[in-house]
């Protein structure tokens, strides 16, 4: 059976970051990756609604139901290609466990774009001594929501889904690819749990371990 997935982006909204590697329009990331805004956001704010649709079951949820959004409109990591305003190449990789065996067919990520190509790739990665290993489902996504159209919503793909094993940590992965060399885009952080966890992040190609608040994400499966 093909393995596929369905990917939806969901956009987050305009911020302006406090300077260290790289700047655009008020925008602006550290060496680290990780963006905090410095400006009242513009956009409109929302709520949560269902996540999973009938006959789907989630598996990994940290959006959250807030009256003002789904997650933390003013911080977030940055997703960067070599030829970006960035100058590096950084990607981040949130990982989750699921409680019971099932099929990922959804993916919910809370990213938005900033300059360059329009593009991401995220995926569906398995673990590799903690970090995140081999692709086992992904998709290149274009057109996404600029900085400041908050919640707009993006899908891609469908079909019987991806194997999970419970108990068994997986990761879903933004970075760019040879097709968005240039783009720089960024991951909101959660607001359910605001606090230091685990996480993966990629500098120029080498993923290393490192902890912060996660990045805003659901998985939704069978």
């Known amino acids: 059976m093909k393995k596929t997935l369905t990917l939806v982006l969901v956009s987050f909204l305009l911020v ?13 990331t550290s060496h680290n990756g990780q963006v905090t805004a410095t400006a009242k956001p513009s956009g409109t704010f929302f709520g949560g609604g269902p996540i999973a649709d009938i006959g789907e079951t989630v598996i990994y949820n940290n959006l959250s139901n807030y009256p003002l959004g789904v997650y933390w409109c003013c911080e977030g990591w940055t997703i960067s ?32 774009y900033v300059t360059g190509t329009n593009s991401v790739e995220i995926s569906l ?30 899908s891609k793909g469908g079909g019987g889904g991806v194997s999970v094993t419970a108990g068994t940590q ?23 749990n605001e606090t230091a966890q685990p996480f993966a992040f990629n500098n120029n190609g080498v993923w290393g371990a490192t902890e912060g608040i996660l990045g805003a994400f659901a998985v939704v499966g069978k």
């Open 16 to 28: 302006s970051l406090t300077a260290f590697a790289a700047s655009k329009n008020g925008i602006s």
């Open 81 to 112: 290609g070599p030829n970006s305003p960035i100058g590096a190449t950084y990607a981040d990789g949130m990982p989750f466990t699921p409680a019971a065996n099932g099929k990922v067919t959804k993916l919910v990520v809370a990213v938005g």
């Open 125 to 154: 990665n398995a673990d590799a001594n903690g970090l995140p290993g081999n692709v086992i489902g992904k998709f290149d996504v274009t057109g996404l929501p600029s900085f400041g159209s908050c919640c707009v919503t993006v």
């Open 170 to 192: 997986y990761w879903v992965v933004v970075q760019t690819d040879s097709k968005s060399a240039d783009t720089w885009n960024a991951w909101n952080d959660n607001d359910t």
